[in-house]
Each structure stands twice: as C-alpha cells, then as structure tokens.
C-alpha cells in the first residue's frame, strides 16, 4: 500500500515538473526569437563607423554586460509602474529583460566573427565584380556563422540553465516548482529531477549545435 501511494505521488510530482518545464522552454525560445536578430542590431550599431552611435552601443553593452542578469529582470519588472506610470506583466517582463541581455552577449559574439573574416575577401569579391550584398550574405555571412558557432551555442546552453533566474520576479518555471517541491516533500528527489530534465535540454542544444558544425565542415 505504501509502495502504491509512493508511486502515485511520484506520479503527480513528475507530471507537475513536466508542466513547468512548458514554461522554461517557453522563456527559453523566445529569448532566442527576440535575441538573435535584435543582436544583429546591435552588432551593427557596435561596428557603426559614426562615433556617437558606437558610443551609445558600447555604454549600452558596458551596462548590460557588467550588471547581473538576476538585476535586469528585477529592474524591467518593478521600474516602468515608476517611470511610466504603467506596470508590465511578468512573464513578458522576464522576456524583455533576458532578450536584452542575451543580445547584449550575441551582438559581441557577431562582433568577433565579422572582424575575423580578412579583409582580402572583401576586397578580392569586389574584384570579381560581386555586389556588397552579394559578398556580405554569399561570402562573408556562412563563414561567420561557422566561426561564432561554437561560441554561440555555449551562450545558448548558458540560457538554458538562466531561465531559472525568471523566478525572481515570481515566474513560476522549472526549478522554482522543484524548489518548492522539495521544500513540501522534505526531499531532495524534485531538485534532483530538476537536474536530470535540465541536462537532458542541454544534451539536446549541445548534439544540434555538433550536427550543425559537422554540416557547415566543408567551410574549412
């Protein structure tokens, strides 16, 4: 009898970590939707040649970079019923602050791949009488992508693991369910769960980020 009851209550638990892992993908994809291409934004306010838009990018970064992301979620959350007047909904605070922030990080990664790319290339495809847009998305686009790949998939198995930091302004996902779990069941066992869901996502990012470095391997 005990055995049984111990199994539905493992039951229950699982299905209620499963549920909430729902809403950690849920910050997790559109924290990559939002991010990739306002990083792309960024980049090119980073890399702009006019001296007060690189200015602004670079304190921008400065700021985003050097503040904790716990600090960023907390600020777009509670500042704007100050500022404005106008409070924001949690879950689409918690997207802004984390799309920002893994921007931030992106547009860098962007940064270095752009500058790694000599400038022969550039000047060789003008030669062959390429246009600018053609050289930049035929030419110079696929071998960056091949360079910041692997540093881009390392922010993003770091962003699996920070989407537990959304629970800071009372968003409940993974890690906040198993927390409270394990604090109910006097047990270890949800937390544990919690790793094991947690690993399994990153295995999963980590194995797409190697087939696609094995797919772009002709680039070398």
């Given at each position: 009898m005990l055995e049984y009851f111990a199994r539905i209550k493992i039951g229950l638990l699982l299905k209620v970590m499963v549920e909430y892992t729902g809403v950690t993908l849920n910050v997790f994809f559109l924290t990559l939707i939002f991010s990739i291409p306002l990083a792309f934004i960024i980049c090119a306010g980073r890399m702009s040649r006019v001296k007060i838009i690189s200015s602004i990018t670079n304190v921008f970064l400065l700021i985003i970079r050097g503040t904790p992301l716990m600090l960023q979620l907390i600020f777009v959350y509670f500042a704007p019923p100050y500022i404005f007047g106008v409070g924001i909904n949690r879950n689409v605070a918690a997207i802004i602050a984390m799309s920002i922030n893994y921007a931030a990080?992106?547009?860098?990664?962007?940064?270095?791949?752009?500058?790694?790319?000599?400038?022969?290339?550039?000047?060789?495809?003008?030669?062959?009488?390429?246009?600018?847009?053609?050289?930049f998305f035929r030419i110079i686009v696929p071998q960056v992508f091949k360079r910041i790949l692997p540093a881009v998939g390392n922010e993003v198995i770091t962003l699996v693991k920070d989407t537990a930091l959304v629970q800071v302004i009372g968003v409940?996902?993974?890690?906040?369910?198993?927390?409270?779990?394990?604090?109910?069941?006097?047990?270890?066992?949800?937390?544990?769960?919690?790793?094991?869901?947690?690993?399994?996502?990153?295995w999963i990012v980590s194995k797409s980020f190697d087939f696609m470095e094995k797919k772009l391997a002709y680039y070398k």
């Open positions: 990080y992106f547009a860098e990664i962007y940064r270095s791949g752009f500058q790694s790319i000599p400038v022969g290339q550039y000047e060789a495809a003008k030669v062959l009488g390429f246009s600018k847009m053609h050289t409940i996902e993974l890690f906040h369910v198993a927390h409270t779990q394990s604090g109910r069941l006097v047990s270890v066992m949800p937390l544990f769960i919690a790793g094991v869901i947690y690993f399994v996502l990153n």
